[in-house]
């Protein structure tokens, strides 16, 4: 069997509410685990055999895209071609597949891996494959049961016991339907682009009778066609037991962290950062770049991710975070449930605090006020000896001199 993976990457508008850490980033190339988040989908499909290209598929501008496809390139080359196709303007998550289709099906692929970008898994794609084989849909969707409460934030499955054909698909449904949801992650036969056509083919003529309405020209996944595969009975749910979560706030990607550090301590424990004599006390899952210099009577871990350059000086504590590129952290400092930005400074005696992210619940209430679950530092922020910092997220190239707490610092 032949495959193409797409990834959709979606574009800069999208990326909102990964503020303020998309100012300076855009989310699909945010570090988790060392890597940019996307690039651990190009590592799952490199163990798919048969797959030629991965196309991935948004409205960024072109150029943010280079230095990433070239150390993909680098890195996968071998495996699969990767190439970004740019939409002139958002055209839904499916219209943008479906404008792309003579490039897609170019070298006749029977199948097609569509990945949604903001998401972290384990990818069991060869098990999906499988499973595919097996059934006569048109698509297996990867789905995953969350907790109850969670399952009004995704595209909720009900499905028939046994053959996994599904019945419904309602995305973020208003009452709950089932706790099995998308994980965003499908298993396409090309005969799809028939489906599409018809798809978009019945949106235009509904615009065109009726001009006014409040439906737009764009073709989502979602909406539009997953509801109406399982309305065929075309749709089928392989679901995973292993991790999945999907990162659209900041605060999520310190989960995902966790996920994929502890995913690593199984499958490349190279990866991971040992006690060693002369160096740090590591605790649990740590990954330390290289090139990043930290004090021997530093204590890291679990969970945590320290970027390119970052210097941790000694008796600092750091704990479920991610640490990103050119950070100092002084001494005797202490960094839990954070996300430390890029170039910013941590004073000594300094804290850092946020709240643990339980399950999907990423943004929490104070007063009213909804703030993230973990500390945010954006790019560039200074915060002086001796302060306390819980609960907020402070925008870029901030100098804080004083303790704060559950705050939005501008
Ligand atoms: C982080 O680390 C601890 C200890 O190793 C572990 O029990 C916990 O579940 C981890 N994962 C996440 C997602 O926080
Ligand atoms: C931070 O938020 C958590 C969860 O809402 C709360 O339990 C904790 O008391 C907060 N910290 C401060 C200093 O207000």
């Not at 797409?6 to 989310?27: A, E, M, N, Q, Y």
Request: hydrophobic share 40%.
């Amino acid at each position: 069997m032949t495959f193409k993976a797409i990834i959709l990457v979606g574009g800069p508008s999208r990326g909102t509410r990964f503020r303020p850490l998309s100012l300076d980033c855009p989310k699909t190339l945010f570090p988790v685990a060392g890597h940019p988040v996307i690039w651990h989908h190009l590592e799952a499909l490199s163990r798919v055999d048969g797959l030629r290209e991965v196309l991935l598929i948004g409205f960024f501008e072109a150029s943010v895209f280079e230095n990433f496809l070239f150390d993909a390139t680098r890195k996968f080359g071998d495996k699969f071609h990767i190439r970004y196709l740019r939409e002139y303007r958002a055209l839904g998550t499916a219209g943008g597949i479906y404008h792309f289709r003579d490039e897609i099906q170019r070298g006749d692929p029977q199948h097609l891996f569509v990945l949604n970008a903001d998401v972290a898994c384990s990818f069991p794609l060869n098990e999906m494959m499988n499973f595919h084989t097996t059934h006569r849909g048109l698509c297996t969707i990867l789905g995953t049961k969350v907790p109850p409460e969670d399952a009004h934030r995704f595209g909720c499955l009900v499905a028939k016991p046994g053959s996994n054909e599904v019945l419904h698909y309602v995305e973020k449904p208003e009452s709950f339907i089932s706790d099995l949801i998308s994980c965003g992650i499908y298993l396409f036969d090309v005969a799809i682009f028939n489906t599409m056509k018809e798809a978009t083919q019945n949106k235009a003529s509904q615009i065109a009778l009726d001009p006014y309405t409040d439906n737009d020209d764009k073709l989502q996944l979602e909406q539009d066609l997953l509801r109406s595969l399982a309305e065929l009975r075309k749709l089928y749910v392989f679901e995973t037991k292993d991790f999945w979560r999907q990162i659209k706030t900041p605060s999520s990607a310190v989960p995902a962290n966790a996920l994929y550090l502890e995913q690593y301590a199984k499958t490349f424990p190279e990866r991971l950062a040992k006690s060693e004599s002369g160096g740090p006390q590591i605790v649990g899952a740590v990954y330390i770049h290289p090139t990043a210099v930290v004090d021997p009577r530093a204590k890291i871990g679990p969970n945590v991710t320290i970027g390119p350059r970052v210097v941790i000086g000694k008796g600092v504590r750091i704990k479920d975070s991610i640490i990103l590129d050119n950070v100092e952290i002084k001494n005797f400092a202490c960094v839990l449930h954070s996300i430390i930005g890029w170039d910013s400074k941590i004073g000594t005696w300094t804290r850092i605090e946020g709240t643990p992210v339980i399950n999907h619940q990423t943004i929490i209430t104070h007063n009213g006020v909804k703030v993230q679950s973990i500390a945010i530092l954006s790019k560039d922020v200074t915060v002086k000896d001796e302060v306390v910092i819980r609960n907020c997220t402070v925008l870029p190239h901030k100098e804080l001199k004083s303790s704060c707490h559950n705050e939005i610092l501008m």
